[in-house]
């Protein structure tokens, strides 16, 4: 229930908080809904790696004070650059300069941050005021292996096994993520349309015939049109234009279609003239009906009436607009998440090595996600089991937004397992001994953390809208090939790989740490 308590209360203060930006700032309901996603998900591991060590060091024979204190300077430190690392993946999100995500960022790393102060201070706090009583009401047989703070049999027998032949374990694990990631090679940016609809709705079938029989004619582009000098939008200038835009139609070769209307708005100070395009409305023949609209037929007839501006906008203009944006800004988001984020774990554990291998192994697990995504929904596998109806693309926001809530929430993982790894090298273990350690007595958190976020993930698998589907299952392919092939294989095997030169060679380094260690204790 303390982990429920603190993931809950970070999300009602985080959603409470959002309504101060929210006056000057783009939030809205989409906001609040991946809030309560990302503030569970973090409230429930920082919960967990905080209890469990302090239960770790209850049976070790400390009372609950000096139990807490070493929780703190170990869980706790984990929990600060875990926090941080994940904000500044969620904050990549600014730089897009897209309305929806400045939102999605803001509430994000507003609860991730009220996480991290309540795993710090209200958590200590309930388990210092709770003693033992954290161990009472557990489930039977389940509820005593749990809590008696034992390491992992399975994934401490793994780990051992892969440390003694690093490579051959490495090698085929990396092999298989690489093989489940080719298919991302042929991602393809669309937005669903009519198919993010479920197929089996009536209402979704009319709509689907009459986009066939009259393509462009539900969702045409529409062209508003401004007076920018004085000019009258109902004068003979304008409707010359508007005819002419009729001529164009045939020169178009059917990219611009009939019929093409106008209507005044605003007490005749604005004109909206609606154009049919050929395709579907989101489709490459929609985009490409859409430069033909944009660079040849508008400036050849409304682009010659001085004292007016026009803009194109409707559901293909949108979504191709939305689209360019990304690809604009995509590479610096990765630019920025990943620099950071390898200034950030050098900073915490004095090496190179450590962040060049968590950011390769979080980039393989979110490539292994893209490839599954390509094959399940773009491809047209799994149709009749997950109830959806393959368009042949990925929606055009997902493998962004992906990628930060991925890479974010897998550092928790990674951090809390390598400050355990980091600790028990500083106290003396030699590097495989850390490693299977680190890896032993950290699996029962990080599967429980794990198990969780899948299951959640998986709910989203169940809804009707496409876009959900994809998100869903394709994040919770990700959380459990990061908790397992990653977690228990790669990243023991990189380390046995990279041996003592991971780990700051210099003695007062590793002597100041040891002490901060054994100064808790």
Not at 405 to 428: A, K, N, P, Q, T
């Given at each position: 229930?303390i982990?429920?308590?603190?993931?809950?209360t970070?999300v009602?203060?985080?959603?409470?908080?959002?309504?101060?930006?929210?006056?000057?700032?783009?939030?809205?309901?989409?906001t609040?809904?991946i809030?309560l996603?990302?503030?569970?998900?973090v409230g429930?591991?920082?919960?967990?790696?905080?209890?469990?060590?302090?239960?770790?060091?209850?049976?070790?024979g400390r009372?609950?004070?000096?139990a807490?204190?070493?929780?703190?300077?170990?869980?706790?430190?984990a929990?600060?650059?875990?926090?941080l690392t994940?904000?500044i993946?969620?904050a990549?999100?600014?730089?897009?300069?897209?309305?929806?995500?400045?939102?999605?960022?803001?509430g994000?790393?507003?609860?991730v941050?009220?996480a991290?102060?309540?795993?710090?201070?209200?958590?200590?706090?309930?388990?210092?005021?709770?003693g033992?009583?954290?161990?009472?009401?557990?489930i039977?047989?389940?509820?005593?292996?749990?809590?008696a703070a034992?390491?992992?049999?399975f994934?401490g027998?793994l780990?051992?096994?892969?440390v003694?032949?690093?490579l051959a374990?490495?090698g085929?694990?990396?092999?298989?993520?690489?093989?489940?990631?080719a298919?991302?090679?042929r991602?393809n940016?669309e937005?669903?349309?009519?198919h993010?609809?479920?197929?089996?709705?009536?209402?979704?079938?009319s709509?689907a015939?009459?986009?066939?029989?009259?393509p462009?004619?539900?969702?045409?582009?529409?062209?508003?049109?401004?007076?920018?000098?004085?000019?009258?939008?109902?004068?003979k200038?304008?409707?010359r234009?508007?005819?002419?835009?009729?001529?164009?139609?045939a020169?178009?070769?059917g990219?611009?279609?009939?019929?093409?209307?106008?209507a005044?708005?605003?007490?005749?100070?604005?004109l909206?003239?609606?154009v049919?395009?050929a395709?579907?409305g989101?489709?490459?023949?929609?985009?490409?009906?859409?430069?033909t609209?944009?660079d040849?037929?508008l400036?050849a007839?409304?682009?010659?009436?001085?004292?007016?501006s026009y803009?194109?906008?409707?559901l293909?203009?949108g979504?191709?607009d939305?689209?360019?944006q990304?690809?604009?800004?995509?590479?610096?988001?990765f630019v920025?998440v990943?620099?950071?984020a390898?200034?950030?774990?050098?900073?915490?554990?004095?090496?190179?090595?450590?962040?060049?291998?968590?950011?390769?192994l979080?980039?393989l697990s979110?490539g292994a996600?893209?490839?599954?995504m390509?094959l399940?929904f773009?491809?047209g596998?799994?149709?009749?089991?997950?109830?959806f109806t393959?368009?042949?693309g990925?929606?055009a926001?997902?493998?962004l937004f992906?990628?930060v809530?991925?890479?974010?929430?897998s550092?928790?993982y990674h951090?809390?397992?390598?400050?355990?790894?980091?600790?028990?090298r500083?106290g003396g273990a030699?590097?495989?001994?850390?490693?299977?350690?680190?890896?032993?007595?950290?699996?029962?958190v990080v599967?429980?953390?794990?198990?969780?976020?899948?299951a959640?993930?998986?709910?989203?698998?169940?809804?009707?809208l496409?876009?959900?589907?994809m998100?869903?299952?394709a994040?919770?392919?990700?959380?459990?090939i990061?908790?397992?092939i990653?977690r228990?294989?790669?990243l023991?095997?990189?380390?046995?790989?990279?041996?003592?030169?991971?780990?700051?060679?210099?003695?007062?380094?590793?002597?100041?740490?040891?002490?901060?260690?054994?100064?808790?204790r």
């Amino acid at each position: 229930g303390i982990p429920l308590l603190l993931a809950g209360t970070a999300v009602i203060s985080a959603i409470s908080l959002l309504a101060i930006p929210g006056r000057w700032l783009p939030v809205d309901s989409t906001t609040s809904s991946i809030v309560l996603l990302v503030g569970m998900a973090v409230g429930i591991d920082y919960s967990l790696f905080y209890l469990r060590r302090t239960r770790e060091e209850r049976a070790a024979g400390r009372s609950t004070t000096e139990a807490l204190r070493i929780a703190a300077h170990t869980s706790g430190r984990a929990i600060v650059v875990s926090g941080l690392t994940v904000m500044i993946a969620l904050a990549g999100l600014f730089l897009t300069g897209i309305d929806v995500f400045t939102g999605v960022a803001i509430g994000t790393i507003l609860v991730v941050g009220v996480a991290v102060l309540g795993s710090l201070t209200f958590l200590p706090a309930i388990l210092s005021m709770l003693g033992p009583w954290t161990d009472r009401g557990r489930i039977p047989f389940l509820g005593r292996r749990r809590t008696a703070a034992r390491e992992s049999k399975f994934f401490g027998a793994l780990a051992r096994a892969v440390v003694r032949r690093p490579l051959a374990w490495g090698g085929v694990a990396a092999i298989v993520l690489l093989a489940l990631a080719a298919p991302a090679l042929r991602l393809n940016l669309e937005d669903p349309g009519i198919h993010s609809l479920p197929p089996d709705v009536p209402v979704v079938h009319s709509l689907a015939d009459i986009s066939q029989a009259f393509p462009g004619g539900p969702v045409p582009a529409e062209v508003v049109v401004t007076s920018s000098g004085g000019a009258d939008l109902g004068g003979k200038q304008v409707t010359r234009a508007i005819a002419a835009l009729h001529g164009q139609v045939a020169g178009t070769h059917g990219a611009i279609r009939e019929p093409i209307s106008s209507a005044m708005f605003g007490h005749d100070q604005v004109l909206v003239v609606s154009v049919p395009l050929a395709g579907s409305g989101t489709d490459t023949t929609s985009n490409n009906a859409l430069m033909t609209l944009r660079d040849h037929a508008l400036p050849a007839t409304l682009g010659k009436v001085p004292g007016i501006s026009y803009a194109v906008t409707g559901l293909t203009a949108g979504n191709h607009d939305f689209d360019a944006q990304l690809a604009k800004t995509v590479p610096w988001v990765f630019v920025f998440v990943l620099g950071l984020a390898f200034l950030l774990l050098m900073a915490s554990f004095r090496s190179v090595y450590i962040p060049a291998l968590s950011i390769g192994l979080n980039l393989l697990s979110v490539g292994a996600a893209y490839g599954l995504m390509v094959l399940i929904f773009q491809d047209g596998h799994l149709e009749g089991p997950l109830g959806f109806t393959a368009y042949g693309g990925i929606t055009a926001w997902l493998p962004l937004f992906m990628f930060v809530l991925l890479f974010g929430l897998s550092m928790d993982y990674h951090v809390f397992i390598l400050s355990r790894i980091r600790e028990l090298r500083l106290g003396g273990a030699s590097a495989r001994q850390a490693i299977t350690g680190g890896i032993a007595s950290s699996a029962g958190v990080v599967t429980s953390a794990a198990a969780i976020m899948v299951a959640v993930f998986s709910i989203f698998a169940t809804l009707s809208l496409i876009e959900f589907k994809m998100f869903g299952v394709a994040m919770a392919a990700a959380v459990l090939i990061d908790a397992t092939i990653v977690r228990g294989v790669l990243l023991p095997a990189g380390l046995a790989l990279l041996g003592d030169r991971v780990w700051p060679q210099r003695k007062q380094a590793a002597h100041r740490d040891a002490d901060q260690v054994l100064t808790a204790r």
